[in-house]
T-cell receptor
Framework: DVKVTQSSRYLVKRTGEKVFLECVQDMDHENMFWYRQDPGLGLRLIYF???????EKGDIPEGYSVSREKKERFSLILESASTNQTSMYLC?????????????FGSGTRLTVV | AQSVTQPDIHITVSEGASLELRCNYS??????LFWYVQSPGQGLQLLLKYFSGDTLVQGIKGFEAEFKRSQSSFNLRKPSVHWSDAAEYFC?????????FGKGTRLHILP
């Protein structure tokens, strides 16, 4: 089975800190995605990548950036964390664009910014 | 515009009762359709998917879903729920581009 691993389950950071959320997949998937999940709002797409060194903005990219230096790793960066970025962050991957097999998700990182 | 609607935010059923979770979508072409489940504090797990063929699809954990093109629906069903089915369920639609998720339905099970 494809595994998507998010390096931290829980993180607590201070306002203004630079925060890195790491995601690694082990099945050579082309596509990787970062979502945030908030009660009543569902999953909102932050950034995605269809290839190494490639990135595309999702629906809510403000305050975030990403890095994909290697195919298997997709990092989400909060340049200066703010309390409104307290959320559950989910990473996902899929084999190719238009992949009808769907996405494989990591277990999530619950980030609290204080 | 592409969209997914899950009209029920919360659903409560008794253990052993049948379940149907509703999903309607708007998509310009033939869609791929998915149902995911999320247990508390976990990521999303794929329950089942439809992309062609038989419109009644079987998934894991005893779930099934039926694609009805005329109604733009893809409702999830289970004949008899178990306490362990308490979770949040997400319907999703995709095609040649990225997948779009509904806002989810939280399922509560009464003992």
């Amino acid at each position: 089975d494809v595994k998507v691993t998010q390096s931290s389950r829980y993180l607590v950071k201070r306002t203004g800190e630079k925060v890195f959320l790491e995601c690694v997949q082990d099945m050579d998937h082309e596509n990787m995605f970062w979502y945030r999940q908030d009660p009543g709002l569902g999953l909102r797409l932050i950034y995605f990548s269809y290839d190494v060194k490639m990135k595309e903005k999702g629906d809510i990219p403000e305050g975030y950036s990403v890095s994909r230096e290697k195919k298997e790793r997709f990092s989400l960066i909060l340049e200066s964390a703010s309390t409104n970025q307290t959320s559950m962050y989910l990473c996902a991957s899929s084999l190719v664009q238009g992949d009808h097999y769907g996405y494989t998700f990591g277990s999530g990182t619950r980030l609290t910014v204080v | 515009a592409q969209s997914v609607t899950q009209p029920d935010i919360h659903i409560t059923v008794s253990e052993g009762a049948s379940l149907e979770l509703r999903c309607n979508y708007s998509y310009g072409a033939t869609p791929y359709l998915f149902w995911y489940v999320q247990s508390p504090g976990q990521g999303l797990q794929l329950l089942l998917k439809y992309f062609s063929g038989d419109t009644l699809v079987q998934g894991i954990k005893g779930f099934e879903a039926e694609f009805k093109r005329s109604q733009s629906s893809f409702n999830l069903r289970k004949p008899s729920v178990h306490w362990s089915d308490a979770a949040e369920y997400f319907c999703a639609v995709g095609g040649d581009d990225k997948i779009i998720f509904g806002k989810g339905t939280r399922l509560h099970i009464l003992p």
